[in-house]
């Protein structure tokens, strides 16, 4: 059993080519650019590529941390993948997360050095590489943007004390982004972007939250709410009706309409977001949008890197053994008292006023 004790991995190595594989979801490749500018920065002379799904490509358009994106197909099979690792010239390949098809295409392009956490190590002993193995026991109750550092520690990057999401949305999708605005008329003044879907695990916060923040917002500071995302569940549609016919509320709906360049580009320019939905949050924080998180199933602490524009309302609410889903979702999210919700959603208006704002169709990002 190879540990990170007695691997032959060498200490610190120095690659010349570094592989930054992140080929799952939107989320997770999102909370990876926080490990960019600490890589280049710990290796300035180094290439540094990073390893995703094409459909991601628009959030790192000339990322200035890297020198390029690489694709992942599987349906174009393992050799072509093992194609472009050897076109780029790569001699390491950190697994930020862990995917058999990489690491075997990894083998087959011989890239000499790769690093994994060790609860997905085994698959990677043979083929000549020579593997840095991480505990796992380290990062069971760590926030995930610090396991990407501690895969990529072997390599000299540097733990960060406070992670910093960084994406370059592409400004070619910007006017885009703008017209979707503009033919409701919501271009150019104040607004909310809400994200009402569930995260992977099927856990999601009752819309009757969300409507009582529209509600305040309606009191408060009246302005359009932008929904995006991508489900199409029941309990959107009633929200939607809700705030239409209960508030009066200017609703414009983008579910499933947004590449994830505008859907940054909308982030960045707007009043606030609220979001109990991984990848919007993770978005708006990157984009320095305020941010109202609402946390059904992880604790605040996980959550805490997404930084100072963030307000963490967390629900307290934990899982009972065999409780179902739905009965969870509905416990947690009485949770979230009026209070809690007024204070967060002051506190990020607050926080945007103090910052100044800008709106993509005045082409001044508030980045």
Not at 278 to 307: E, I, K, Q, T
Request: aromatic letters at 10%; a negative charge.
């Amino acid at each position: 059993m190879v540990t990170a004790d007695n691997s032959t991995f060498a200490e610190d190595i120095a690659p010349d080519v570094l592989v930054l594989s992140r080929p799952d979801g939107f989320a997770d490749v999102v909370l990876a650019s926080a490990v960019l500018e600490p890589a280049r920065k710990a290796l300035p002379r180094a290439k540094i590529f990073l390893l995703i799904r094409e459909k991601y490509a628009g959030i790192f358009c000339n990322h200035p941390a890297l020198d390029g994106l690489i694709f992942l197909d599987e349906a174009a099979g393992l050799r072509a993948l093992a194609k472009k690792l050897k076109a780029v010239r790569a001699d390491a390949l950190a697994h930020l997360a862990y995917s058999e098809f990489v690491a075997d295409a990894a083998k087959l392009a011989k890239i000499r050095n790769v690093s994994a956490f060790e609860d997905d190590a085994d698959a990677d002993r043979d083929g000549g590489v020579t593997l840095e193995v991480i505990p796992s026991e380290r990062h069971r109750e760590t926030h995930e943007a610090f396991f990407n550092f501690e895969v990529l520690a072997p390599f000299g990057v540097p733990e960060a004390d406070k992670p910093r999401l960084d994406v370059s949305p592409d400004p070619a999708e910007k006017p885009s982004a703008v017209a979707k605005l503009a033919q409701y008329g919501i271009a150019g003044t104040d607004y909310a972007v809400f994200n009402l879907d569930c995260n992977p695990q099927g856990h999601y916060v009752d819309p009757a939250v969300f409507s009582r923040a529209a509600e305040w917002l309606r009191d408060h500071a009246p302005m359009p709410i932008v929904v995006v995302g991508e489900k199409n569940d029941e309990a959107t549609p009633r929200f939607l009706r809700f705030c239409r016919t209960t508030h009066g509320t200017p609703i414009l709906d983008l579910r499933g309409q947004t590449t994830p360049a505008e859907a940054a580009w909308l982030l960045g320019s707007a009043r606030l977001c609220l979001s109990g939905e991984n990848a919007c949050a993770y978005l708006a924080a990157a984009m320095h949008c305020p941010l109202v998180a609402l946390f059904v199933d992880f604790s605040s602490g996980r959550w805490f890197p997404l930084g100072h524009l963030t307000t963490n309302i967390f629900t307290g609410a934990h899982r009972f053994f065999l409780e179902p889903t739905s009965f969870y979702n509905r416990r947690a999210s009485r949770a979230f008292s009026d209070e809690k919700m007024a204070s967060a959603l002051q506190f990020a208006l607050a926080l945007r006023d103090a910052a100044g704002r800008g709106n993509p169709a005045a082409g001044t990002p508030s980045r």
